[in-house]
């Protein structure tokens, strides 16, 4: 069987895949819910869902540095992976011995996508089809904001970076009716404090993850922006594209309701 991943990149299955290393945390939650769990040996140290279960799976490093001979232990038929989230040196190593199938994600659109592909390379269509229409239903009951507010969403302190375009984070908040404030710089920009002060956001988001944002940082965000509304969020809940997005448009509703009912 031949498939095409999200990057274009061709690979061989000569039978659905018994032995599957994910190399993508989201990706990983996602196999479990298709019911792949006796088929995944493999999985990064990032891969925290579903809990009890990773937990009994070999793993093979970060997302970001493999243990090859981990992987080449485990002899798997198939690899998971993400373009943005795993480093190309190390895809092309993996890719010169094993079949790896790669997700390029940037809307609703290519997450749903992903998922209908997962479940033909692994044989749960049916399954994957449930997933798909569970999250597109909710999202399809998402009222954003009607009068778009300008926001800034943060993943990192020390130095701040934010999210900027062309990534999923940056879809969820235009669904909500939240206009990103540094749409206009590369996809994850440093930011500095004077640059936040200029950009003059109604809403700082200050994402759970990666950096832990917790309660304690608001201050700080509150000292420069005195004006906006600040909120710590479930950074899963806005960058986690697969079987999680059936969670997330229930949150961004409550979300969207707490930044009207602030700013009313």
Known sequence: MDFSDQTGYRITLPSLPQRIVSLVPSQTELLFDLGLADRIVGVTKFCIHPEEKVKQKTVIGGTKNFHFDTIDALHPDMIIANKEENYKEGIEQLQAKYPVWMSDIYTLEDALDMMRQVGSLTGTEARAQELIQGISTSFEHLQPLQQSIKAAYFIWRKPYMAVGSHNFIHHLLQRCGFANAFAELTRYPEITPEQLQLAHPQLILLSSEPYPFIEKHLAEFQELC???????????????????????????????????????
């Open 226 to 264: 005195p004006q906006a509304s600040i909120k710590v969020v479930d950074g899963e809940l806005f960058s986690w594209y697969g079987s999680r997005l059936l969670h997330t448009p229930a949150y961004l509703q409550k979300l969207v309701e707490e930044v009207k009912n602030s700013l009313t």
